[in-house]
């Protein structure tokens, strides 16, 4: 390509789209350019048809302004013309024909006032002509430009990435479609790969299904069209095939591509920036999970929601799906000044009618939620503030209880209060049969908040608010998780660190795990804990070689895995209570409910006092202790309070559960 040629392309590839005014006047100066070409036509094929310049400079002022009325009516000017599709063709038909038949009607009206002398037949043929005319012209000038720039796009990159996309469904259609006039020209889509045990010959939207029926077939096609890589047009299919092509093409050094979840798809991103690699957490998710969401939408309309920990990774993900419900009013409240800070300026770009108010709190200061309760009177609170580090929370216990159970109990006391609708706690897995203080606070937390739904149910506490708490396990890609952590030690060059070779986790998403909450918030009459169904589980060792072999190594010789110890009160499996024997199904398939211990409230007030009393004076074996009587199976594992289990063997405790 000469230099010449190569700043052209440059131009007309990376040129801002034209201001939709001046495409409204360029059209309107076209339509009003045809129209004078069929009065000229006609004032020669037609002897009855004769036109001054004086009608023709009515009939030009006529055609421009019920042009422009018709396209600002349509939006034809709103299209970008390089990107105009069939739908704008059809728009742009429409606004001629509605200009053209005003035009008709205005002339049989004057030919009916004797203010012309026209025949009818002349007339009908002017209308016909300027309809065909006119969205001839229109059309072209749009297709002009598409083929104008389709050429220069295709040829704007000398080694642009030779990509086939996977699958022959409409979604694949669409991609292919679309990457084909990307901005940029970062690909050059050779077709589609398909699986079939048959091999046939046909095309789709102009390019070839080449099917393929195992990994090696598709190692020949690779070989034999220079192939960099796949595209996959969603995560379902991805997830489908993870095992087979996904794993063949990271192993060969192939590049594999995905088309993200339209969820995070933000207004004005371009199809290239959109399109990614495929990582890890796009591999550990499942098919899309579906709630109800006319229910949601339903409760949620028109309400003021408050959310403690709304800049941590789950709350932040709640205040962003909460937007979609037709709120009024959010409350974010959170200790973290910098990370409420990034929600802001995040929530702030959002195109919403929801009126959001940033609070800096500490759910531990009675006063100041207090103070927040009684300005904004919240309808429905989501409480996600906590302490969730295993490690961190084990070394601090006094801490972690002060944030995870009393904070939650200030939270859940002051809702009653201030007569809120419905209370929704999430807490973890590591709360069933925890082995850590972490879980056990997250426990006990449970404990009270459902001990203190119960007795409003039974009236022995006044107050109208229904309590929920949702249980789920680990979720992708959150504040400090394990995925971020590998990612980092891939790019330092490893180790990558595994506390045990045979330690599992449940995953899920950030997004649906909220979803699941959202909808959890409004099934039956509250006072339940509600489990998840968190899929299989992943062995975090497995999990290790994949992000490895995800980046383009190989695992144990290019990166190293190192085992090195679990971690105090750290398990090798965790428990979500999700199976027929211990959960109770509710209309959600992936959504169940705990056949939990219920606790009577005045028993756990008792315990809470004698657990306050070592907490606050951080009496770290005096507060463990207490919180191992509360909840009975908190058996420590690999800790320093494992010694208290075993004084606690030989002494009897009054049992709180009923």
């Known amino acids: 390509m000469s230099k010449e040629l190569k700043w052209l392309s440059d131009l007309i590839v990376n040129s801002k789209y034209l201001s939709r005014w001046i495409v409204l006047a360029v059209d309107t100066a076209t339509s009003v350019i045809a129209t004078a070409m069929v009065c000229f036509g006609l004032s020669h094929m037609s002897p009855g048809w004769t036109i001054s310049d004086s009608d023709l400079l009515v009939i030009s002022c006529m055609t421009a302004l019920l042009a422009a009325l018709s396209y600002l009516f349509f939006g034809t000017y709103r299209g970008i013309m390089r990107h105009s599709s069939l739908q704008e063709m059809w728009r742009i038909t429409a606004s001629v024909v509605v200009k053209s038949t005003i035009m008709m009607l205005v002339a049989l009206l004057s030919r009916h006032m004797d203010l012309i002398d026209i025949e009818t037949d002349t007339l009908l043929i002017f209308y016909l002509m300027d309809i065909v005319l006119t969205a001839f012209v229109l059309i072209l000038i749009r297709m002009f430009f598409i083929g104008i720039y389709l050429f220069f796009v295709r040829n704007a990159k000398k080694h642009p990435k030779r990509m086939f996309v996977f699958g022959s469904s409409q979604k694949s259609v669409s991609l292919i479609s679309m990457m084909s006039s990307e901005a940029g020209a970062n690909y050059k889509m050779l077709g589609f790969v398909d699986y079939s045990d048959k091999s046939f010959k046909v095309h789709l939207g102009g390019y070839p299904v080449y099917t ?99 800049a941590g990774s789950i709350g932040a993900q709640l205040c962003r799906e909460l937007t979609s419900f037709g709120i009024e009013r959010l409350i974010l409240v959170d200790m973290a000044e910098t990370p409420l800070h990034n929600m802001q300026l995040e929530l702030s770009d959002m195109e919403t009618d929801v ?106 506490v ?94 144990g010789i290019d990166i190293k895995i190192e085992v090195t110890g679990l971690r105090p009160g750290e398990k090798l499996y965790e428990e979500l209570l999700n199976n027929a024997e211990n959960t109770i199904p509710t209309e959600n398939k992936q959504i169940f409910i705990a056949k939990a211990r219920e606790y009577d409230y005045n028993d756990v007030l008792k315990a809470f006092e004698k657990l306050y009393a070592h907490s606050v004076v951080m009496d770290k074996s005096g507060t463990v202790r207490e919180m191992k009587i509360i909840v009975p199976e908190f058996i420590s594992n690999n800790s320093v309070y494992c010694e208290i289990d075993e004084e606690l063997k030989n002494e009897k405790h009054t049992n709180y559960g009923e």
């Open 212 to 310: 393929i029926s195992s990994a090696r077939e598709l190692h020949r096609l690779f070989s034999k069209t220079a192939a960099n890589g796949i595209i996959f047009p969603d995560h379902e299919t991805a997830i489908a095939h993870k095992d087979d092509l996904i794993g063949f093409c990271t192993s060969n050094g192939y590049q594999v591509m995905i088309m993200p979840k339209m969820n995070v798809i933000r207004k004005g991103d371009s199809l290239t920036s959109m399109i990614r690699e495929i990582n890890i957490e796009d591999l550990l998710g499942r098919s899309e999970i579906k709630v109800n969401m006319d229910l949601i939408a339903a409760e949620l309309k028109g309400k003021t929601v408050m959310v403690t920990g709304a």
């Open 355 to 460: 009126t959001f108010k940033y609070v800096l709190a500490d759910v531990r200061s009675k006063e100041r939620l207090e103070a927040i309760m009684k300005k904004y009177r919240p309808q429905l609170i989501f409480h996600a503030a906590a302490y969730k580090h295993v490690p961190m929370v084990e070394n601090n216990p006094c801490e972690g209880v002060s944030t995870n159970v009393f904070g939650t109990k200030t939270v859940a006391d002051l809702a009653l209060k201030y007569d809120v609708e419905r209370f929704v706690m999430v807490s973890t897995d590591k709360a069933v049969n925890p082995t850590n203080v972490m879980g056990a606070t997250k426990r006990i937390a449970e404990i009270y908040v459902q001990s203190l739904g119960l007795a409003v149910t039974r009236g022995d």
């Open 462 to 555: 006044k107050g109208k608010t229904r309590f929920i708490t949702t249980r789920f396990g680990n979720v992708l890609g959150s504040n400090g998780s394990v995925i971020p952590r590998f990612r980092e030690q891939i790019i330092k060059g490893g180790p990558l660190t595994v506390t045990h070779k045979d330690i599992i986790r449940y995953f899920m998403t950030i997004p649906e795990a909220c979803r699941l909450v959202l909808e959890a918030a409004y099934l039956g009459d509250g006072n339940r804990i509600f489990v998840f169904d968190m899929g299989k589980p992943v062995r975090i060792y497995d999990l290790a070689k994949n992000m490895i072999e995800l980046a383009g190594f190989r695992p």
